[in-house]
């Protein structure tokens, strides 16, 4: 499966941005896709996940500010991101595995990856 990500950008704190992992080659409906982040000088680290059942997962960092979502129909999962911080900083990857894994939050897990998309959010 091929990801494409999109939707980054240039946003002031307290914005929002909505993030765009549209996929080709095969259907998502059985995979789990996850967005991970990384800052400059930073390991890649988890976001989100959204698992084949709709359950969604989320780092405690985003919890309340971020909503991970999928349309089956166009092939596409978004990253709704609310109340952005300085801190968000960070291009955004998408992935996706067949099914779950348990460790959805673990970047090992996951074969297919984008290519990522920048957001910066300034104070």
């Known amino acids: 499966v091929q990801l494409q990500a999109s939707g980054g950008g240039s946003v002031q704190a307290g914005d929002s941005l909505t993030l765009s992992c549209a996929a080709s080659?095969?259907?998502?409906?059985?995979?789990?896709v996850a967005w991970f982040r990384q800052a400059p000088e930073r390991e890649r680290e988890f976001v989100a996940a959204i698992i084949p059942s709709a359950r969604t997962y989320y780092a405690d960092s985003v919890k309340g500010r971020f909503t991970i979502s999928r349309d089956n129909a166009k092939n596409t999962v978004y990253l709704v991101m609310n109340s952005l911080k300085p801190e968000d900083t960070a291009v955004y990857y998408c992935?996706?595995?067949?099914?779950?894994?348990?460790?959805?939050?673990?970047?090992?897990?996951?074969?297919?990856w984008g290519q990522g998309t920048l957001v910066t959010v300034s104070s």
């Open positions: 992935a996706a595995r067949r099914y779950w894994s348990v460790q959805y939050y673990s970047r090992d897990q996951y074969p297919y």
């Open positions: 080659g095969r259907t998502l409906f059985n995979h789990a």
